[in-house]
């Protein structure tokens, strides 16, 4: 079935039936057939009615989660598939809401699921029932009860990892809104002859091994244990790890669990320090010891284990010693002591070991109840889960099946009573006539065993308390004669002869004929366990220890307290609490989930078909249907069935507006359901048999498909008439919108073309009428000219003989005179400034006079010139003339130019007729001084400069000492021939002298000087005043002078600066003297 679709009948999509009570024909084959088929479809759960049965899938099934338990939850009964928590719910919802009690019993046998199925039960109500802070604490409180219980009352068996090995039943108890308030626990017989003995294959109870494999070594060392197994007698060694238990993880777990239930940690201690020590009990060992007076004694082997228990149970080591030696009995006060020999010493050793155990799980199941009580006290809402060993048939039964069985025998009658019940209370609520049914009564079973004056247990206890010699054999005699003539009760020995041959009955054995199957029991043992004795010595010493635990478990060792009564026999006790256990359920509502094993080797997907056979016999299944298919298999209220089938007949579908009970009615009628088939009860429609439901669903199945069909077909219709409707309106929108598009187009075409015929009319007419109107002005115009000329010529023609020849040109000059006066006025209005730097000049007027206006700039430039030089003194302009003449000397030609422009050439630098220092010189010099400053001389050998000062007349110039003013050289102007200087920044020159005269002597001088420019120049104007000639001035940078004899070669190197400015010359031979300029 896809998620997505929604249940609303359990008979929807069913794997076989869900409900057996609807199975056709109704064999146990075919029951059997529909389990093997819903099982191997992985549904495990099956109804009968309102029972629950439930086959163990062996593995996780994935049907238990929060969503299921949501899909469950507040859902009726047959609404969804079978399921235990559609079981859970309804039991639930009856408690809350209609105030009925409720009990779950919870049957079959081991390994078939049971204690799962009350977990699932009780995880169930726990998600729907209220929340909350509080309410939470106490669902965990009973959810954690589980594995504290499971922990000392569950252990491996052949049939099952987890077997319980004692009954329990659980009230939880809600309040007025169904939020759990608390919880009951009551536990039925403890095997507690698996704490000294296991089966084969089996363990001891699980705690043993939890604590050995989980302790820490701390606990271990504080309780006196070793932590392997094979240290302990009482533990079963073929069988001690169970395959996929973590016994160590699981120790965790209860201690966990303990503590949320309320365990104190010191408590915890306490019950782990009786563990040990009934675990130590095992270990002790006796030797037999013969008396001189012929009597056997037994001695304690190895006193080392015996004085540990001691120590841990706080006992004084001599009492216990005692207590497993002799055994004390007491008959109207007196006191008798007997030894005990070896074997009576092991009896009460494994007597001690188990009461004690016992004790400490009724005591847990006490302490558990303190812990998890309703701590209101408002009226409470309850609801019980029994979860009790099913019927047990094994090869060798003996007292404790006899017990589990007869606990099952009255479970069993009580769950035949209550169905029946039931069922006729609701025929009778319907009104329907109730017809008797015949089923098995196991009344009589149950009168055999338990009656109080001739019932099997009675007998037991008689026999029990009889004085005299006890025997199992005395017991199955006591059988033979009073129970003979029940027909349930079988024996070989009985008066009755009808077993004397049947030879698979042994002597010491009876049979019972029991509702679920023939079960023989060995009476072995029977006397002992119902007696369930323990030597008082050894209660007493056990109230004499320390151990606070230990002496609450033995109260009847108490010396004050001692009574000389018997204590109830075990018998006589479970018979009791069985009682109480029916008078409880039987006020309650009863749910029943009947659990089965479908295999032996506890795997999946395996299912024994007679294995599963025989607990449907035993568990009374087929019975169970039969009563609940009695008269008629099926009912349902009209509501719903109104609602599923109303689709068959064309006046309820689809709707019926009446009453739902006439709805049926008019749909059985139309259908033709014969009326035997069916009865209208009060609020439910009754159908007889299974095959007329079918039938109905088989209709309906079909009707449903011809409907989905319909629905397809409408919702087609529908679908494509939409989508019709849809494209129709698009269509029309689409070609609104065409045309629309068109016709604007063609609009638009149309006005442009008009327009343009328009324009053309337009144009042509306005050409038209320019035409006209032109033509009408050119008449006017051509009509004045006309009329000018003829005035004109009349006027000629009139005023000829006053006109002069030549007044044309007179007017024409007299114009132009005019133009140019103008002209110049309004230039002189606007001329430039007179600066000779200014280049503005005013616009020309007309075009004509365009060189005249160039002219005329050229002239006022001139002009404006003339008047600037003017204003010069001759001194000034001496000045300016220097300046022009050094200009065309070297401007452009040497670089030291540039730096002289700026220097005014003053000439007389040092002003020597006022220094006295050179009055010699003074005297020597007769004309104007042109020049005088101070230079480097070069010497001509070696390139050296020294200061000289350098004077200049009109005649001559003279070198001399810059010191002394002492005349080294006194050259007429005359002489000089031409000078040289290098193209680059620096000072240095050569003055050329004539060759032959008396000054060339020693050859050319070489100077340098800042002020070369201006020397030079003066120099140069200074000949050309004397001589009228222009001597040479030789720019390069490689020029030739004459010293003494030799020609020798001026050179201008580039190189790095030493002194400053100056060049630094240097000779380098005769023929080269290198100046090194910057
Ligand atoms: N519904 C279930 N889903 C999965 N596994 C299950 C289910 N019911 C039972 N089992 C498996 O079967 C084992 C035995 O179940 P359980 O202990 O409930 O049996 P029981 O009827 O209580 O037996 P006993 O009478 O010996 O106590 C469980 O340990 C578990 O592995
Ligand atoms: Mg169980």
């Known amino acids: 079935m896809m998620k997505s679709e929604v249940k609303t009948s359990l008979l929807d999509n ?192 699980h705690v043993f091994y939890q604590l050995l494999s989980g302790g820490s070594e701390d606990l271990l060392k504080r309780l006196k244990l070793e932590r392997e197994f094979n240290q302990y007698n009482y533990l079963g060694l073929d069988s001690a790890k169970v395959n996929g238990v973590d016994d160590a993880a699981n120790f965790r777990t209860v201690k966990n669990a303990m503590q949320i239930v309320g365990f104190m940690d010191d408590e915890v201690e306490l019950v782990l320090e009786v563990v040990a020590a009934v675990l130590k009990l095992g270990n002790i060992e006796f030797k037999p010891e013969s008396r001189v007076n012929g009597l056997d004694e037994s001695r304690i082997q190895d006193k080392n284990e015996l004085k540990e228990i001691c120590e841990l149970l706080g006992q004084d080591q001599a009492v216990l010693e005692r207590a497993f030696s002799f055994r004390t009995v007491e008959a109207k006060q007196e006191k008798v002591s007997t030894t005990l020999n070896v074997a009576q010493a092991y009896y009460a050793r494994d007597a001690l070991a188990k009461n004690l155990y016992n004790r400490l799980f009724t005591w847990l199941v006490n302490r558990i109840n303190e812990s998890i009580k309703a701590q209101t006290k408002v009226r409470k809402k309850v609801m019980g889960v029994l979860d009790i060993y099913g019927f047990e048939i094994f090869e060798n039964n003996s007292f404790e099946q006899f017990i589990i069985n007869y606990c099952n025998e009255k479970l069993q009658q009580i769950f035949i009573e209550l169905t029946l019940k039931e069922e006729q209370e609701e025929y009778i609520k319907e009104g329907i006539e109730w017809t008797h049914i015949e089923y098995f009564n196991n009344a009589i079973i149950c009168e055999l065993i338990e009656n109080n004056t001739n019932g099997i247990l009675a007998m037991l206890d008689e026999e029990c308390l009889r004085p005299g010699t006890v025997t199992d054999e005395t017991f199955l005699e006591k059988l033979n004669q009073v129970c003979a003539v029940h027909e349930r009760f079988e024996s070989r020995m009985s008066k009755s002869s009808r077993f004397l041959n049947d030879t698979t009955l042994p002597h010491n054995c009876f049979r019972i004929q029991h509702y679920a199957g023939k079960v023989m029991y060995h009476v072995e043992g029977f006397v002992d366990k119902n007696n369930d004795l323990l030597y008082r010595d050894l209660s007493q010493a056990m109230w004499r220890t320390n151990h606070v635990l230990v002496k609450a478990l033995f109260p009847e060792g108490n010396p004050a307290k001692m009574s000389l009564k018997r204590p109830p026999t075990a018998g006589s006790q479970f018979k009791a609490s069985v009682a109480t256990l029916m008078k409880n359920l039987q006020t309650k509502n009863p749910n029943y989930i009947r659990c089965i094993k479908p295999n032996d080797q506890k795997t999946p997907h395996v299912f024994t078909e007679a294995l599963v056979c025989h607990q449907v016999r035993y568990l009374g299944l087929m019975e169970n249907v039969r009563v609940r298919r009695a008269g008629y298999a099926f009912k349902q209220p009209y509501e719903s069935c109104l609602e599923r089938y109303k689709m068959l007949c064309s006046q309820t579908w689809p709707h019926w507006r009446q009453g739902a009970r006439d709805g049926v009615q008019v749909l059985l009628t139309e259908l033709q359901i014969p009326p035997e088939e069916f009865s209208y009860g009060r609020s439910k429609i009754f159908i007889r048999n299974p095959r007329t439901l079918f039938e109905l669903e088989d209709l309906r199945k079909r009707r449903l498909e011809d409907l989905a069909t319909l629905i397809q077909k409408i919702y087609r219709g529908w679908k494509c008439r939409t989508h019709f409707l849809l494209m129709k309106k698009s269509q029309i929108t689409i070609s609104a919108w065409t045309k629309r598009h068109f016709q604007r187009k063609k609009y638009l075409h149309l006005k442009s073309v008009t327009l343009l015929i328009q324009s053309y009319i337009r144009g042509w007419k306005a050409r038209k009428l320019l035409r006209e109107l032109k033509h009408q002005k050119l008449c006017e115009e051509s009509a004045t000219t006309i009329a000018a000329y003829w005035r004109g010529f009349q006027i000629r023609r009139e005023y000829r003989k006053f006109f002069r020849a030549n007044a044309g040109r007179k007017i024409y000059e007299f114009t132009i005179q005019r133009i140019i006066q103008k002209y110049f006025l309004e230039l002189k209005k606007k001329l430039p400034s007179m600066s000779p730097t200014e280049t503005a000049w005013p616009a020309r007027p007309y075009l004509f006079l365009d060189n005249t206006h160039t002219e005329l700039k050229r002239i006022f430039h001139l002009w404006r010139c003339k008047k600037y030089r003017d204003q010069f003194t001759a001194q000034k302009r001496a000045i300016f003339e220097e300046k022009l003449e050094a200009s065309e000397l070297f401007k452009d030609k040497k670089a030291l130019y540039a730096n002289s422009v700026c220097q005014p050439f003053q000439g007389d630098y040092l002003e020597i007729s006022k220094n006295p220092k050179y009055q010699k010189l003074t005297g020597a010099v007769e004309e104007k001084i042109l020049l005088a400053d101070v230079v480097n001389k070069i010497n001509r050998a070696n390139g050296k400069g020294a200061p000289r000062i350098f004077l200049l007349t009109q005649s001559k110039f003279i070198v001399a000492d810059q010191k002394s003013g002492q005349i080294k050289s006194n050259i007429p102007v005359m002489d000089i021939t031409s000078v040289s200087v290098s193209k680059q920044t620096d000072g240095l020159f050569a003055v050329h002298l004539k060759e032959g005269s008396t000054a060339a002597a020693k050859g050319d001088f070489l100077f340098t000087s800042d002020r070369l420019i201006e020397i030079i120049t003066k120099l140069y104007r200074t000949i050309f005043f004397k001589t009228n000639q222009k001597i040479n001035v030789e720019i390069n940078n490689e020029f030739l002078v004459q010293f003494n004899q030799d020609k020798v070669c001026v050179k201008f190197i580039q190189g790095a600066q030493k002194n400053g400015n100056l060049p630094a010359c240097k000779r380098k031979n005769n023929r080269l003297l290198e100046v090194t300029v910057p």
């Open 14 to 205: 069913m794997i076989g039936v869900g409900d057996s009570v609807l199975l056709e024909p109704l064999t146990e084959d075919s029951f059997l057939e529909n389990l093997k088929n819903r099982f191997d479809h992985s549904e495990i759960y099956t109804y009968i009615g309102s029972v629950v049965i439930s086959v163990n899938p062996y593995r996780h099934l994935p049907v238990y989660t929060p969503e299921k338990v949501e899909e469950y939850r507040n859902r009726n009964f047959y609404e969804l598939g079978p399921h235990i928590y559609a079981l859970a719910d309804e039991a639930y919802r009856s408690l809350r809401d209609q105030d009925k009690d409720q009990c779950i019993l919870i049957t079959g046998e081991s390994g078939a699921g049971k204690t799962e199925a009350s977990k699932l039960v009780m995880s169930y109500v726990a998600a729907v029932c209220g929340k909350g802070a509080e309410v939470n604490q106490v669902k965990e409180q009973l959810l954690q009860s589980n594995p504290v219980l499971e922990a000392f009352g569950n252990a491996k068996t052949m049939r099952n990892d987890n077997s319980s090995r004692f009954g329990k039943y659980m009230d939880i108890e809600f309040d007025f809104k169904g939020d759990p308030l608390g919880g009951v626990i009551s536990n039925y017989l403890l095997e507690k002859s698996r704490v000294v003995k296991q089966p084969r294959g089996e363990r001891n109870f």
